[in-house]
């Protein structure tokens, strides 16, 4: 898929990962629609990018709906990134009883069905869209984690839903492909991003540290290169591709 001109979709695009996807589509040329739940930080990288910017909550499909539609404009959608999602620890049980419910289906509908949304509704919006040279009408890149693999103690919540990315991305793929749309996953490992920014300086070199090599924490440009590079290979589709410098994570 050629990024050059091409209308595209970030969720989750205000801060972390999805603001260095914006850039990097940005910098190869996308007209890049920023979708957020913070307004201020999205409409600030906006301005910066001269981009647009939709306030977006992902998952209330009339919000999804909206941004898709804002970022479609006229000459259609052809690519779509989500990279919204949010974190909880705890244990299935223990001392303080049974997991809470209420947590485990919040992190679960944010991450996997808000995944979700933006998947089916970006794809239906991008059956309008008349094939290139390769037949392709777009590609959807969703944000998975290493926790699907790797999950830890505590992780239950949100390896579950990271795990739900994992397993929609080859039936999505299989779905989509007699139209010509691309649907890929990136599964990150330990990266420099809001979730880890409150932590002590001490705290995330230790982390970097477990990182076979590079033995630092990920940076998000690295990621949104990778998202880039599945845009434009037109044979990455089906696929979740780790991003975690060889790290396992080890049960705590």
């Known amino acids: ?3 050059e001109g091409a209308n595209a979709l970030v969720a989750g695009g205000a801060s972390g990962l999805g603001a260095a996807t914006a850039r990097a589509l940005h910098a190869a ?7 957020d739940l913070n307004p201020e930080r999205g409409q600030a990288l906006a301005d910066e990018l001269g981009a647009g910017f939709v306030a977006a909550d992902v ?16 000459a259609g959608l052809r690519i779509s990134v989500c990279c919204a999602g949010i974190g909880w620890a705890e244990k299935v049980a223990g001392r303080k009883g049974a997991h809470g419910i209420e947590p485990f289906d919040t992190v679960i509908r944010v991450n996997l069905i808000g995944t979700f949304n933006v998947l089916r509704l970006a794809a239906n919006t991008m059956l309008e869209n008349a094939p290139n040279d390769q037949g392709e009408r777009g590609v959807c890149i969703s944000t998975a984690s290493i926790a699907a693999y790797d999950g830890q103690i505590g992780q239950i919540a949100y390896s579950a839903s990271k795990g739900g990315i994992v397993g ?5 793929a ?11 996953a990136i599964a990150p490992g330990l990266f420099d991003t809001p979730l880890l920014a409150g932590l002590p ?4 070199n230790a982390l970097g540290g477990q990182v076979p090599f590079p033995p630092r924490l990920g940076r998000p440009d690295e990621y949104g290169a990778l998202a880039v590079h599945i845009v434009e290979n037109a044979m ?12 396992r994570m080890p049960p705590r």
Do not use: H
């Open 1 to 3: 898929m050629d990024i």
């Open 29 to 35: 040329g996308a007209n890049v629609t920023i979708a």
């Open 59 to 74: 998952t209330k499909p009339e919000e999804v709906e909206a941004a898709v539609v804002a970022a479609a404009g006229d």
């Open 168 to 172: 929609m991305t080859l039936p999505a």
């Open 174 to 184: 299989r779905d989509l492909a007699q139209s010509g749309i691309r649907v890929c």
């Open 201 to 204: 300086e001490e705290a995330r």
């Open 236 to 247: 990455l589709n089906g696929e979740v591709i780790r991003l975690d410098g060889a790290l």
